[in-house]
């Protein structure tokens, strides 16, 4: 929890200099202070937004990172889950029910695959994914024709657009002024990924940290051999985890289809794999598996979307953007590296 | 070495400890885990520096600040863990670190395989250096360690505990060639706990007791009781307990077992309820792997089982749990423990819907389970919070117990139970497995440890390459009738496996 703790801590104080910085240049030209841009509705709401989306199926790399293994496939799973939510809903027709039955199924048998593949013929995560990533941004291309893919011109499913980017519990008040009726917001409203976000993560936090599923998880990441020495199958433990991580990833891909309106099938969702192990390790989650949190999860996503945003805002050369996050991680990992050599040291000396 | 100390944060290591060996003597050094044999001999291989004391080398105070001073006075170390690389070629582990420089800067590598060819034959080690070291047997990679160290011109070789992964004949091998090499005029400081070789092959024993010298003995003052009454400052007589009931026949019932190992062979044999089966046999006879069969872990092997009247199919690690049959395996903290979870997961993993309710796991019931076992097997853990990793082997290997105490066993196998763990915690140990007995479960032990086979055991079967060769009453329980039988010979005492 402790680590947790101090993600968060991070957060705030990234937050805070955002604002700072943007009222110091306010003060600076002379002109009213007001207020920072960064805590403009627009900016929270859309931030928020984002965040959803992206926490989502980083919670499902996560998972399969805490068994040891690794998911790469994700952006690709994204074009190709959005790619064919396009064809089913514009072309085929076919009823938005059944639509999202489909584009969930998809990524989740994929990842069946990948499961498959890992744990029975004993290929390694990291290949296994990496073909799963080329394979997957091919297919979206060669099924779309390599043409952009939008839901101009159909309808039926308002449901998908409102899960992308609606808003919960937004609420407007009828005002009279001059004679006329105008809407007055009196509150935005949450963005619907980030409910679902929620949702999800406290679903996952009692999965990962209170079933039997959730510990044997961490139990096979750390120590595969002893896990199955104790009953555990551990290659169904394995390969669920990547199963999962389609479910979540298609949940994901859905929204980002309908936040983004279209699908070009050569750039959407790409280095999304990479948000999702970035946003796990940021988290606590380790590369060698057995180790992470959700809390750590979504937080490091937040942080990592909240980045991009300063980079927005201040004024950064946006083709910074990966740098800034690269440093940022790598600055993350390395400060929970020596923080945690220091306790383990105190531990000695306290014994 | 002379009046050494070495104090880490919260303990003494080494409270003014004193060793010498002589030129070409075989010291042997012994102790209980903990006693501080490994840290005063990494003080001597240069890995720790001394607080106090001083290391002489030809009467000459020295300083050892790294393993290369140590390589430069002579010293090398040969660790229980083996330090090679398993994909390079023998002559590439011999002069690992130090290639000579052929043409363009590129590793000479004609001269290191001439260079390394005496080595191997002065050990008697039909190998050629072209060997690639995962073709070796763990002996041999041993060998072309201490081929290594004779390379480096080492006149003292520190072997801690080295015969704890050989056969007998591998052994009697290596112990030879201690002989051999002190004939040589090569100093060898000996840490083991098998007090047999110890008895057999050196020159003078010196044995460590909680940081400090315990004392001294001279060739003809060596024997298994002194030495063990001085680690232990008591004396340890017996562990044998007598069984306290008559053992119900023919319990379980294993029939046509085949291992993975030995697809070809066939294993069958009784055991009693209340009973404490022994199983002897040289490394590499099946033990394990029998074990593994038997509880569903081995993916080729198959066994039918009855249990009472009741017949039993295993297909997976869970079927045999479901039925109560657990295996504790021979490496604890690969394949017994996960040692980076704490010591109430690690109870609770194999029975962790015990202690659900409506599929989440309540941590107080998981914890009061967890405490009780701690408490019962006086695990010796501030808390039950505490990683498995950060106990003493004695204690890790009382989790695992317990994981499985906790229930109920039908039928325990314990694989090699007392491996790497001290004097004290060994009798404890037999004597849970006694009461464990008692309390009418199978327990099938298998040891590479004579001593341990020989007063644990109220039957011993016998195994030579995948085939159980004699089954030994207790009363013909002898070291010399075990191993005729381990050497695939027959002998008038054994009694069949099992009875149609």
Redesign the interface.
């Known amino acids: 929890m402790k680590k947790e703790l101090g993600l968060f801590t991070l957060l705030i104080v990234l937050c805070l200099t955002v604002c700072g910085v943007e009222i110091g240049r306010q003060l600076h030209a002379g002109v009213a202070v007001t207020l920072p841009r960064f805590l403009s509705a627009e900016n929270l709401l859309n931030t928020a937004n984002l965040v959803g989306m992206f926490g989502i199926f980083s919670i499902g790399t996560g998972m399969v990172i805490i068994t040891g293994g690794i998911d790469l496939s994700v952006g690709s799973m994204c074009a190709l889950a959005g790619v064919l939510l396009s064809i089913t809903l514009k072309d085929w027709h076919w009823a938005w029910p059944v639509v999202a039955v489909f584009i969930l199924l998809v990524p989740a048998v994929l990842g069946c695959a990948h499961g498959f593949l890992i744990t029975r013929m004993r290929m390694q995560p990291f290949i296994v994914t990496l073909c799963g990533l080329l394979i997957y941004r091919g297919m979206a291309r060669f099924i779309a024709g390599d043409s952009t893919k939008g839901f101009v011109g159909a309808s039926g499913f308002d449901i998908f657009s409102f899960l992308a980017s609606g808003r919960l519990f937004h609420m407007t008040r009828n005002e009279i002024v001059d004679g006329a009726v105008s809407k007055h917001v009196v509150f935005e409203g949450i963005p619907m990924p980030f409910v679902t976000l929620v949702v999800v993560a406290v679903i996952m936090w009692?999965v990962l940290h209170?079933?039997?599923y959730g510990?044997y998880l961490?139990?096979v990441g750390?120590?595969e051999?002893?896990?199955?020495?104790?009953?555990?199958?551990t290659k169904l433990v394995i390969g669920s985890s990547y199963m999962l991580a389609g479910f979540l990833t298609g949940t994901s891909a859905i929204m980002f289809a309908f936040y983004a309106t279209s699908v070009s099938p050569s750039t959407h969702g790409t280095f999304y794999e990479l948000y999702g192990i970035a946003a796990a390790v940021l988290g606590g989650c380790s590369l060698r598996g057995?180790e992470g949190s959700i809390v750590g999860i979504v937080i490091g996503t937040a942080l990592l979307l909240i980045l991009q945003n300063l980079v927005n805002l201040l004024g950064i050369d946006s083709s910074l953007n990966f740098a800034v996050m690269g440093a940022v991680v790598l600055v993350g990992v390395l400060a929970d590296q020596m923080f945690r050599n220091r306790s383990k040291k105190k531990l000695?000396?306290?014994? | 070495m002379r009046g050494i100390c070495k104090r880490f944060p919260g303990v003494v290591a080494l409270d003014r400890v004193t060793v010498e060996v002589g030129k070409g003597e075989v010291l042997a050094l012994c102790g209980e885990n903990g006693a501080g044999k490994s840290t005063l001999m990494k003080i001597l291989g240069g890995v720790y520096q001394p607080d106090e004391g001083e290391v002489l080398v030809d009467g000459q105070p020295v300083k050892i600040n790294n393993v290369n001073d140590a390589m430069k006075y002579g010293i090398a170390f040969i660790h229980q863990e083996l330090n090679i690389l398993d994909n390079l070629d023998v002559a590439a582990n011999v002069f690992l670190g130090r290639e000579p420089r052929g043409a363009l800067g590129l590793i000479d590598r004609k001269k290191i395989h001439a260079d390394t060819q005496p080595f191997l034959e002065r050990l008697g080690l039909n190998i050629s250096s072209r060997t690639r070291l995962d073709r070796l047997s763990i002996a041999q990679q041993q060998m072309v360690e201490i081929a290594k160290a004779l390379s480096l011109r080492a006149r003292i070789i520190i072997m801690d505990e080295p015969t704890s992964s050989l056969t007998l004949t591998e052994t009697d091998r290596l112990l030879e060639l201690v002989c051999e090499l002190s004939e040589q005029g090569v100093s060898i400081i000996y840490i083991s706990h098998r007090l047999g070789e110890v008895e057999h092959c050196s020159d003078r024993v010196a044995v460590l007791r909680d940081g400090k010298n315990a004392g001294q003995l001279s060739q003809d003052e060596i024997s298994h009781d002194r030495i063990v009454s001085l680690m232990v400052g008591r004396e340890i007589k017996n562990f044998y307990v007598e069984p306290k009931s008559g053992r119900e026949q023919g319990y379980l019932k294993v029939r046509n077992a085949c291992t993975g190992r030995y697809p070809n062979k066939r294993v069958s044999f009784d055991a009693g309820k209340g009973e404490i089966l022994g199983f002897a046999g040289l490394v590499g006879a099946g033990r394990s792997e029998l074990a593994k069969a038997i509880v569903g872990l081995d993916p080729r092997g198959e066994a039918e089982l009855t249990l009472g009247a009741e017949k039993i199919s295993i297909h997976s690690a869970r079927d045999a749990i479901n039925h109560g049959i657990y295996l504790v395996p021979e490496d604890r903290r690969a394949e017994g423990l996960i040692t980076e979870m704490n010591v109430c997961q690690n109870i609770t993993l194999p029975s962790l819907k015990e202690y659900t309710r409506f599929g989440l796991i309540q941590t107080g019931r998981e914890r009061e389970t967890a405490q009780a076992q701690v408490e019962a097997l006086k695990i010796k853990t501030p808390n039950t919070d505490v990683l498995a990793m950060n106990l003493s082997g004695g204690n890790q290997q009382k989790i695992v117990l317990g994981k499985w105490l906790a229930m109920q066993p039908q039928v325990m196998i314990l694989d090699e139970p007392t491996r790497g763990i001290d004097v004290g915690a060994k009798a404890e140990i037999y004597r849970l497995m006694r009461a464990l007995a008692d309390r009418g479960t199978v327990i099938l032990m298998i040891s590479s440890d004579m001593e341990e086979v020989l007063n644990v055991s109220d039957r011993i079967a016998v195994m030579h390459e995948g085939e159980i060769t004699g089954m030994l009453e207790r009363a013909d329980c002898a070291e010399q009738n075990i191993m005729q039988l381990a050497v695939g010979r027959k002998i008038n005492a054994a009694k069949p496996a099992f009875a149609e």
Do not use: K, P
Not at chain 1, 225 to 233: H, L
Not at chain 1, 348 to 351: E, K, W
């Open positions: 009692f209170r079933s039997i510990r961490f139990a750390r120590n051999e002893a896990a199955r020495f104790s009953g555990i199958n057995g000695r000396q306290a014994a």
